[in-house]
């Protein structure tokens, strides 16, 4: 079994939603999270589930606004692709309005890799 557009749509629903439940049911207990940035080639390497859920969790603590807007969707066999809209509100008012992109790997109907990709674009000013 592996994961459908459809069930992309869904986590991606639950990311808007800052629902951790939600987007954990879709990724398996050994997963690999390549994040958008870091000091390695592949970005910040985050693995396993547990530290996954923190890492995303802390993007709501940062942005309590976050947003991967216009999302869509495509899988073929046990890859997948979402491109969306990344947009936050930074405490200090700075905001993040870029297109980005994940690449999943799926094994046994669960996500085992998630590589995040997102425009490098400067910090927007606050809006008042």
């Not at 869904?10 to 398996?28: K, P, Q, S, V």
């Not at 991967?68 to 997948?80: E, I, L, P, V």
């Amino acid at each position: 079994m592996t994961l459908s557009a459809t069930d992309l749509k869904t986590l991606f629903d639950a990311f808007n939603r800052h629902d951790i439940d939600g987007i954990m049911h879709f990724f398996a207990e050994d997963c690999v999270f390549n994040a958008v940035g870091g000091p390695d080639v592949h970005g910040n390497r985050i693995e396993g589930a547990r530290a996954i859920a923190e890492a995303f969790s802390g993007v709501w603590t940062a942005m309590p606004d976050a947003e991967w807007a216009d999302h869509s969707h495509f899988t073929t066999g046990d890859r997948g692709v979402s491109e969306w809209t990344f947009r936050g509100t930074a405490a200090d008012g700075g905001r993040i309005e870029a297109e980005g992109c994940d690449l999943f790997t799926f094994a046994n109907g669960k996500i085992v890799r998630k590589q995040a990709f997102r425009k490098n674009r400067p910090v927007l000013q606050p809006r008042y």
